[in-house]
């Protein structure tokens, strides 16, 4: 089992003959990925060689979805025109969206995830790196190679401690990984996430990541006291960030204890979580729990 994404997830790239599309549509296909086409409306009819597959480029997202029954688009698009790609996604029907794109401005972001919603599409992003069900598909830039299927749920703000607890906890493997991103507004939230790992019968323990700014990981700490029962080991990346200082892709700002990593670290300890000082620390901890049975 898995979360959002599967072997039978057939995926379209919008923006797939763009040298970072071209890039990571290879990767996907090494990793298993189904990709079944590019979206590209001045090279729509022309197919893309790839190792063992030629993929078709077509003009929209609704001409790809009917012609291949994708049910997955994955956007390479730059900022300027992300908000009219998931749009077009969106209106197409598509179950899912996984925005790469970073530097999109805000209230784009607010503007089609909002959209998507009201249409049933589901938003991964934007600025994150995607995500993975190891061992089935990648829909994204998250390395493939790290790690293996397992039965860790992992969903994180931060693509670089994504792939760090991927690989510090290899030997056991992963359900899925979803990197939500850190921008201000995101169309995943780490409670979407910690449900369906909740519901999801092969995952055993979720490790949640999160980062200095806003209140998220205080929402998800109750959510976790009050809605889930499986064990759950979190990160909080900023310990060291001074106060009253803007931080990181995330644009953190912290006043006071508001925001900062250890009023994080107490709320999601107030719940039964156990939250690592470091990453290293983090994924022993995860080993302590799957060892002791949670």
Aim: aromatic share 4%; proline share 5%; glycine share 14%.
């Amino acid at each position: 089992m898995a979360i959002y994404l599967t072997k039978e997830s057939k995926v379209l790239v919008q923006g797939m003959t763009g040298g970072e599309g071209m890039k990571h549509t290879r990767r996907m296909l090494v990793a298993g990925t189904d990709v079944v086409g590019g979206v590209n409306p001045r090279k729509a009819g022309r197919r893309v060689d790839f190792e063992d597959r030629a993929v078709p480029v077509f003009g929209t997202v609704a001409e790809g979805m009917a012609a291949t029954g994708a049910d997955v688009t994955v956007v390479f698009v730059p900022p300027a025109f992300a908000k009219a790609a998931v749009l077009e996604a969106a209106d197409a029907g598509i179950g899912l969206a996984v925005v790469i794109t970073e530097g999109i401005p805000v209230h784009d972001a607010v503007a089609f995830t909002a959209y998507a919603r009201d249409r049933g599409t589901r938003i991964i992003g934007p600025n994150c790196p995607g995500l993975i069900t190891p061992g089935q598909s990648d829909a994204g830039i998250i390395p493939a190679d790290i790690t293996k299927p397992g039965p860790i749920g992992l969903v994180s703000k931060s693509g670089t401690l994504t792939y760090q607890l991927m690989y510090e906890l290899r030997d056991i493997g992963f359900s899925t990984c979803v990197g939500i991103g850190g921008d201000p507004v995101v169309g995943t939230s780490h409670i979407d996430c910690l449900t369906a790992f909740q519901d999801d019968p092969d995952t055993e323990l979720v490790v949640l990541i999160g980062e200095i700014g806003g209140d998220a990981e205080e929402r998800a700490a109750a959510h976790i006291r009050d809605h889930v029962t499986k064990p759950v080991v979190g990160y909080i990346a900023g310990f060291t960030a001074p106060e009253g200082r803007t931080m990181g892709h995330a644009g953190a700002i912290v006043s006071g204890s508001a925001g900062t990593a250890r009023a994080k670290q107490e709320a999601l300890e107030a719940a039964g979580v156990r939250v690592g000082s470091t990453p290293t620390e983090t994924a022993r901890l995860v080993l302590e729990l799957l060892e002791t049975g949670g």
